[in-house]
Every structure is written in C-alpha cells, then in structure tokens.
C-alpha cells in the first residue's frame, strides 16, 4: 500500500492521478491533496478519496470548503483535517506516513513542498516542471543528497526516463524531446500578432491547465522541457535538441553513441506517465487505449522555428546563463502569460515580456529555496512593470514607455 500526497489534485495532472490511483485501491491510499481554491472538485475528491489531509491555498477557501462538505452532508467524523496556506503544503508533503508525492501544482507555488519533501528523502513524481526551470540546482542537490529519485511525469521526460533504460548513461550522445508545435505551428508570424486567448487555448493535442496550453502556444513549454530534461538526466544545452511532432505519440527520443535511437511511444494520455511513475520500477495495465497498428498513420518530424518561436531561443540561452536566469524566465513568463489572458499584451509580446525582464534583473546564484522565492518575486515586479508600460503603449501610440527600472540585485 502506497501513501500518497497530491500537490494540486484538482487540475488536468492531479485529477488523471486519481483516476488512476481510484483504479487500484489496493495499491494506493491517499493521505493528503492540496489544491488552490477549487472548492468543488476537492469536496468531490474528498468523498471519494477520504484522505487524512485536504490543503487550500488561502483561509477564505478553506471556509468555502468547510460550506461545501456541510452541504454535500458528509458526517464530520470523515472529514480531513483542513489547512490552508505554504506551510500546509509542506507538512502534507513531508507527513511521516507518505511515502510518495505527486508534484502538480503548477508554477513556484508548488517548489516548496516539492523541494522539502524530495528533502525528507520522499520518492516524487514530478509533473510540475516550473520547480526545475526556477531551482533545479537545489532540487537536483537535494534529490542525490537523499538518493530520492525524481521520476517525471512530464510525457517527453518520462519518455525519456524510459529510452535511458536501454543503455549506459555514458553511452549517449543526445536527447530529442517531441513538440506539438501547439495551435501556431503553421501560423505566420503577422498573423500571431492578432491570435485571441481562446485560440491560444485550443490545444490540437492535450487537454492540460491554461498557464501550460499557453506556454505550448508560444513553445515556452518546450524551452522549459529542455530546462527540465538537462536538470532531471545531467545533460547539456548543446545534448538537448527538440523536434516538431504534430502528433504527439513519440515523447522522446534518445540517440547513443552508435546512432542507434531508441524512441518512446504511448497514446496521447497523461495516465501513461502519470501510472508510469507511480508504478516504476515496475510496470501495470494502464486505463488507456492501446495504439492500433492495424490502422495507417503517418508521424511526421521537423526542425522547430526559433524566429516564429522567440521563446525558445529565451530558454536556451537562459539555461546557457545558468544562475537565477531560468527563475527570472519563469516568472516573467508567468506573469506575461497572465497579462495575455486578461487582454493586456499582445500574444507576440509575451516572448517581449520574458525577454525585457532577463535584461532588467540581475543573473545571480541561489543559495536556498527563500533566496529562489525572492528573485522569483523580483522579477515578477519587473515582469508587471514592463507589462504596465507595454500595455500603455498599446492604448496610446503616443505614450513612450516609462523609464526603464533596473531592480537592484
Ligand atoms: P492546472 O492548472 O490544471 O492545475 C494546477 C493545480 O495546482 C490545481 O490543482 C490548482 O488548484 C493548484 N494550485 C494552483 N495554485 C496553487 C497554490 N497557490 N497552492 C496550492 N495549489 C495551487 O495545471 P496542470 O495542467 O495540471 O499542470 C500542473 C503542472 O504539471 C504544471 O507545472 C504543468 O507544467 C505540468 N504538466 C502538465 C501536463 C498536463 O498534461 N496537464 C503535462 C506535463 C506537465
Ligand atoms: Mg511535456
């Protein structure tokens, strides 16, 4: 039996986590889910899943979950201990009775407890990729000091993770993770400059939460895989390439020395890597379709485009940078995501955003998850100022932008 913690329970990767773990309830208990302020799917979560512990991010929705579980009437003598807040989090994630967390909260709210329970020597599952981008030093640290081992549940790492089994380490030359190519793949740059919020949401080939359908639009996302890829399996910028695969079945692939390239293969479903890291060493049925090679299929492969996808040229050379680089790129990305979804910027801008920002804040080194936190914060003030004037110029041609501010560092 399995004790699990779900950081983020109630999005895209936290909900297909229970579905899997509701499958095999002799395999799995779960101890504790933590979730921002989707009261609804939590109470439902807690009914069926009857965990120990259920987390919010604030009071208030700690308040509307105590509403909603006197109305769904479930006898008091069921309910979880409720908390809210950062501290919460991290006590559910290090909790002596856990032995596995599931890390899908989405963005740094999510590196704490990830980061103090891969401390307390837990085995993670690590979806939430935004903790590697912004601290993968300390994480990365942290997991040899404990000898936990971080399986991805990212598709392309945890594709990855597997095409590394087929030979040593030291006999690989690179790695290739697969890109969608998003919603934008064939659309001309011009034309990006007018593409709405929902256009940017229609994801062709996952169903996934807002902030990362719209990283996969921009291809933010695989700037961040590429981040992510060379903390979780110690390659260089140069070892990781990616490639444009519209259909998204091959995750990964990984090419040795010989040439030879061993390349991973599942339906479009995040149960696969989700159950993968769970069951790992180990492998289980899984609830997904099997592909069906009676039918004819054509996969195609291209170079991606760095001047239609300015994001991804960010993310190489901030991994290049090294330092708080990533974090700055993260939080701005975050932040200009945000702006785009509320109408303030335009899509193209978001790349502007992320790129002003790695100018005005200052490259350090982090030498604890609070010194992370703070850069983080700091270039969120720096992201939303540069926003400010962006969206400015953009009800005014008249309006310059302000002064630039330089953050001290
Ligand atoms: P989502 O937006 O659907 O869900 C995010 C979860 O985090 C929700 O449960 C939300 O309540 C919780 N959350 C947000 N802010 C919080 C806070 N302050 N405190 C506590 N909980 C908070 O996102 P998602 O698509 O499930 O993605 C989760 C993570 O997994 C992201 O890092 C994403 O990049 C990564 N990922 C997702 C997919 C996918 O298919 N969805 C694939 C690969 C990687
Ligand atoms: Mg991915």
Redesign the pocket.
Known sequence: MTNLTIL???????VSTLDVVGRSPQAYRVYAL?????VDVLARQILEFKPKVAVL?TAEARLHLISRLEELSLPKKHWPELAFGPQA?VDAAIAPEVDFVLS????V?GLEATYEAICAGKRLGL????VLVASGQLVVDAAKRQATELIP???EHNGAHQCLRAGKRAEVARLILTASGGPFRETSKEQMASVTPAQALNHPT?K?????TIDSATMMNKGFEVIEACWLFDFSADEVDIVVHPQSTVHAMVEYLDGSVIAQISATD?RMPIQYALTYPAREPAPVPRLDWTQRRSWTFDAPDFDRFPALRLAYSALRAGGSSTCTLNAADEIAVEAFLSEDISFPAIADVVEETLQRVPNRKAASVAEVLEIDAKSRLAARQIVKEKAAVGRSPRTSADALVRLPG
Do not use: L, P, Y
Request: proline share 0%; hydrophobic share 40%.
């Open positions: 983020g329970s109630t999005g895209s990767i936290g933590v979730a921002g302020s989707n991010a989090r899908a909260i989405v963005g709210a979806a939430n990729k935004e549940v990212d598709s996952w996934m939460g807002q902030r990362i995040m």
